[in-house]
């Protein structure tokens, strides 16, 4: 495992600009604007959240206390879940850095699925008379999550958190993390606020009065033509931040598909199986043979640690702007890369193969067989023969051995997977993203290198250099040193693979010549 992190850490030590900045008191404008700042950050123990904690406590090592609203879970109190995420390897920089960090994480005990988060009165006082700036990153990013709790999450914390803001009295910035798809049912998204389909206190009181049941039944009427629930309530969300949000230092970020970190603080950390890395780890293991996806359609990939970045980034321009003219107005980012670096999906599974090829897996379960196909018929087609099928088989196998049975229900979360995504893999998102551009014009040089978001110097084949090896370690918990086992795994599954396919074709030659012997 040591060898495996090695490999990650690999040029990972701070940007000379970094270095030379941190060892003088003179600090750039983004780090004098988080010094002696109080913040307040929701969504910290989730995939963002952790990234943003951890850039700000070492590219912002002035800043005063990061409040993070976390809530019990499984047993475990707030103090235990924060203690369990700063041990985490994404803070081993951090660490080495900045040893004396942690006085600086105090945790709020609240739950955004809530209301008024689930704050208590002495954290709430707290919380007013302390915090200058605030990241709403918090969500629920299940595309299927039932409307009442994505309602409450995405929507009814927004409006809570902002009605909170409004009463701090020392308040810069508030940033709101949306998605670059909150409009996806637009031709063009532009940098603008969009008439909501619903109006979100409608939305709320219709989703707090009507009971669950009743909602799930009337759930696709409401959506209209909006694909998920995670698209629609992003979408109100931001009706919620137009209205509530005014007279406010509040700025908007929509990133778009955001996988794993590109650089910092390790090369390819990721700890989900959300969209485009769900698919290559489901492809990398043999699971998954096919997606219903136009292989020629932009992914929009943004690596984690880049939306951070900006968001810190976006943050400051907020705040000073405000600074200067109190009525600038609502702000919003589009952070997405089909304009300034695109990548197709072909090009994504293609460099994911290319470099997983030569690390692949212990735990995978056949050889590498996967294709991308815009004909859902096709998709259909191939998924009844190359995961129906095979799964019923192997399950009858399991349960003739005393064995419990598992493919079937496996593949039935992985149709439902591609099912859920296929309408975003399937079309093109046109954007008009003109403000991050503008923002890096106002960056110092040395901003611009210690909160790094340009997209247009982000490097896809160093990303992918490092992208299989992440989420061999990171995802799949598959250690370095299980390479050369899995590479003669992986040799026996070549043949096993090229085993089948022979006696598919040969069985399928026997049939059409009885067949033709039949007819004629």
């Known amino acids: 495992m040591d060898n495996l992190k090695d490999t990650l850490h690999m040029d990972n030590s701070p940007l000379p600009e970094l270095n030379s900045e941190l060892d003088q008191k003179c600090l750039t404008p983004i780090q004098e604007f988080y010094k002696d700042a ?42 235990t879940r924060i203690e369990e995420i700063l041990d985490d390897t994404i803070f081993d920089r951090l660490r080495k850095e900045c040893p004396k960090f942690r006085h600086k994480v105090v945790g709020i005990a609240g739950d955004c699925n809530l209301p008024d988060l ?24 299940r595309f299927d999550e039932k409307l009442k709790t994505a309602v409450a999450i995405n929507v009814r914390a ?11 009295k020392n ?46 039944k009337i759930t696709p009427v409401i959506l209209d033509k909006f694909p998920n629930t995670y698209a629609f309530t992003k979408n ?17 970020l929509r990133p778009s598909v955001v996988v794993s970190t590109y650089k910092e603080p390790v090369h390819a950390w990721i700890n989900n199986m959300y969209g485009a890395t769900g698919v290559f780890a489901g492809a990398a293991v043999g699971l998954l043979k096919v997606l219903y996806c136009d292989k020629d359609c932009v992914a929009n990939l943004v690596p984690v640690d880049m939306v951070v970045n900006s968001i810190i980034a976006t943050a400051w321009e907020i705040g000073t702007e405000f600074q200067k003219d109190k009525n600038s107005g609502i702000k919003i980012y589009n952070y997405e890369s089909s304009n300034d670096n695109p990548i197709t999906w072909e090009h994504y599974m293609a460099k994911s193969y290319h470099y997983g090829i030569n690390t692949p897996s212990a735990k995978a379960i056949w050889y590498y067989s996967f294709f991308l196909t815009k004909s859902r ?18 399950d009858g196998v399991l349960m003739c051995i005393g064995k419990s049975p598992k493919m079937v229900k496996a593949y039935s979360k992985i149709h ?20 991050i551009r503008k923002m890096l014009t106002k960056m110092s040089p040395q901003d611009r290198s210690i909160f790094f978001c340009d997209l247009k110097e982000l490097d896809w084949e160093e990303f992918f250099k490092y992208y299989a090896r992440g989420v061999r370690i990171y995802l799949l918990q598959d250690p370095m040193d299980t390479v050369d086992e899995a590479r003669k795994r992986w040799n026996r599954l070549y043949w096993a693979h090229q085993t089948v396919k022979a006696v598919l074709v040969y069985l399928l030659l026997r049939t059409l010549w009885s067949i033709y012997l039949c007819i004629f």
Do not use: W
């Open 38 to 79: 109080n913040i307040f950050i929701t969504g910290s123990t989730g995939f963002l959240g952790q990234i943003l904690v951890e850039k700000l406590l070492r590219s912002c090592k002035d800043v005063s206390t990061l409040y993070l609203l976390v809530r019990n879970k499984k047993g475990k109190n707030i103090h």
């Open 118 to 141: 689930g704050l208590s009165i002495e954290d709430r006082k707290l919380l007013i008379d302390k915090v200058n700036v605030v990241f709403h990153v918090a969500a629920t990013v």
């Open 158 to 168: 927004g409006r809570d958190l902002l009605q909170l803001a409004r009463e701090m």
């Open 171 to 216: 308040l810069k910035s508030y940033i709101h993390v949306s998605t670059a798809f909150s409009n996806c049912t637009a031709d063009l998204t532009e940098e603008k606020f969009y008439e909501p389909v619903v109006d979100y206190k409608k939305v709320m009181m219709m989703a707090e009065a009507l009971p669950e049941r009743m909602l799930d």
């Open 236 to 252: 109100v969300a931001e009706d919620v931040v137009r209205e509530e949000g005014v007279g406010l230092p509040v700025g908007i």
């Open 377 to 394: 018929l096709h998709y259909l087609f191939t998924i009844f023969f190359l995961h129906t099928v095979p799964a019923f088989l192997i």
């Open 416 to 435: 439902k997977f591609g099912d859920v995504i296929a309408y975003f893999s399937t079309r093109n998102f046109p954007f008009r993203s003109e403000n």
